[in-house]
Structures are given as C-alpha cells and as structure tokens.
C-alpha cells in the first residue's frame, strides 16, 4: 500500500515518456518526481527506466513492475468493491471494452438498467476493435471485453456468447427489400460500404465473399458502423452490421435484414474476462446482468435461412 503513489508517478513518467512532462502532468517538480523514482530504484534493487537522450522508456525490469502494478491495483479494487458492499454502500467501478455494435442501444440500456439499482457505481466504456480489447483485458485497462469475433481468445475467459448473423442494411426503397432472401451475391452487385479490416463484421464478408468467387470493393470504407448506419439513405448503397447494433426504429428511410448463412457465417458476440483474474464486485455482478440479457435476445433470435 504504501508504493501506491509512487506506482502512480512510476505509469504517469511511462505515459509521458519523459520525467518532465509527467512532473507537469502529477503537478510536482521534477527534481522530486526523479528522487522519488530513483529511492524507489534503490530500494527495488534494480532500475526500472532506460535513460534515453529524448526521454525515458521501460526496460525489461520495468514492464515486469508495471504487470505487478497492475495487478495491485485491480486487486485493490476488488477488495474496496468487496468492502463497500459488506458497507451496504454498493459502489465501485466497472470498466468494459466493446464493439462498436453495443453502443448505441444494448450497452446503454444495461448500463442505466444497473446503475438504477446500483447508483454509486460507475462505468468507463472503452469502444475497441476485436483485437484491441483482448489487449485491454491482458493491461487490466478493462474488467470485461463485449466484443463480435475476438481473435485470439488465448488469455480471453469467455462468458456467454451470443450468435449474430451478418445484416445487410440499406435504404427502405433498395431492391433487397422485396427480396425473401437476402443472398451476398445480391448485396455486392449494390455499392457497398464497408467496416474496416480489423472488425469481425468485415473478416466474416470476406469469407463469404470467398465462398463464392467475388472480392469485397467498398465505394465507401469506414471504422465508424454509426457512418455506415446513415450512409446507406444517401446513395442507396448497402452497409453490414450485427442484429445487436440495430433497431426498427432508428430511422424510417433504413431497413436490414440477415444474410443468409449459406454464404456468410453466422459469427459469435462474446462477453469476457482475462483468465485467471479475479473481478471486483461491481464488474462480476455486471456480468452477470449481460449474461442474463444477453441469454434473452438469443431466445428471440431469428435464423437466417
């Protein structure tokens, strides 16, 4: 307990890269803010920075420390979390990494849904891409990840998973929607606009797209599923996004519809943790709430056919 604020000093130089910019930043000088690191040096037994000519940096020591600090401070929380529930209080934080596809109805709903019973906790939402929230669980930057088609999965503890077949969307006057079934053949003889390549939605079209001989060519590519949601009534064009991220009530100029999973594979929506890692209270109970909502949509799931 008693290295916390030098583990805060210890993060606040590696963000910043140099001991003057993080003096600034933690608001102290920097000849204290460099004795303190050098006492803490001296008394770890090893230095934990490379001095570099434009700065400093983590040497091997170091990152060692900062998975420790990490650790201490997740660890910290669970118990504050632990010991404010015994309190009666119910505080804490939850912190989660998510896919784009969350954020406009399902993550908000939750969230407000929680904090109705649960007033005093808080929540920090990170949107990150499948592989950048992986990531965020392994630097404990995130409790949870609700990501579509992680990549890895090797330090990733799965939860729940939700199956979420590949929509097209497109305006309410497109061809596709006298369609009864929605074939990819049909939705790239259209002007497509596309998610970038690091999303699940785009690595499951370029599968299908193999299937059946023909390349993915966007007239439009984007990392924002919010640009494609309203472009495609601009130029009558076709976008691709997940059930979850879509509602009947967004707009009325809009509709989508599934992809058949003959050409395009019906991919997983997966809540997760990092292995082996205790939660804090507010977090493990969070869960458990999306497990429970998340369990109710796929029972009103419709296949794709």
């Known amino acids: 307990m008693r290295h916390l604020k030098t583990f805060e000093f210890i993060e606040a130089v590696m963000r910043a890269g140099s001991i003057r910019r993080a003096a600034e930043d933690m608001n102290i000088t920097a000849s204290a803010l460099n004795r303190r690191i050098q006492n803490f040096e001296a008394e770890f037994g090893w230095e934990i920075f490379e001095r570099l000519p434009r700065g400093m940096r983590l040497n091997p020591a170091g990152e060692l420390l900062m998975q420790h600090i990490r650790s201490q401070k997740n660890d910290?929380?669970?118990?504050?979390?632990?010991?404010?529930?015994?309190?009666g209080e119910r505080r804490g934080h939850v912190s989660?990494?998510?896919?784009?596809?969350?954020?406009?109805?399902?993550?908000?709903?939750?969230?407000?849904?929680?904090?109705?019973?649960?007033?005093?906790?808080?929540?920090?939402?990170?949107?990150?891409?499948?592989?950048?929230?992986?990531?965020?669980?392994?630097?404990?930057?995130?409790?949870?990840?609700?990501?579509?088609?992680?990549?890895?999965l090797v330090e990733f503890d799965v939860i729940c998973a939700l199956p979420q077949?590949?929509?097209?969307?497109?305006?309410?006057g497109s061809p596709l929607a006298g369609k009864a079934t929605l074939r990819l053949r049909d939705c790239l003889s259209q002007p497509v606009i596309l998610p970038a390549t690091p999303y699940g939605v785009r690595h499951l079209l370029e599968i299908g797209a193999r299937k059946i001989g023909l390349n993915l060519s966007p007239m439009v590519e984007t990392e924002s599923f919010e640009m494609i949601r309203h472009?495609?009534?601009?130029?009558?064009?076709?976008?691709?996004?997940?059930?979850?991220?879509?509602?009947?009530?967004?707009?009325?100029?809009?509709?989508?519809?599934?992809?058949?999973?003959?050409?395009?594979?019906?991919?997983?929506?997966?809540?997760?943790?990092?292995?082996?890692?205790?939660?804090?209270v507010a977090s493990s109970r969070f869960a458990d709430q999306l497990v429970t909502a998340l369990s109710a949509a796929e029972l009103t799931s419709v296949p794709t056919g």
């Open 165 to 172: 077949p590949v929509n097209a969307v497109f305006s309410a």
């Open 231 to 280: 472009y495609v009534a601009q130029e009558n064009a076709v976008g691709f996004q997940i059930p979850i991220g879509l509602e009947k009530t967004m707009r009325d100029d809009i509709d989508f519809r599934p992809i058949s999973d003959r050409d395009v594979p019906v991919g997983q929506l997966l809540l997760g943790q990092m292995k082996r890692r205790a939660l804090p």
């Open 96 to 152: 989660i990494a998510c896919s784009q596809a969350l954020l406009p109805y399902f993550l908000p709903r939750q969230i407000a849904v929680y904090r109705a019973a649960h007033p005093g906790v808080t929540f920090s939402v990170h949107v990150r891409d499948r592989e950048q929230a992986e990531r965020d669980l392994a630097t404990f930057s995130s409790d949870l990840a609700l990501v579509f088609e992680p990549v890895h």
């Open 76 to 87: 910290l929380a669970r118990v504050q979390s632990q010991a404010a529930d015994l309190s």
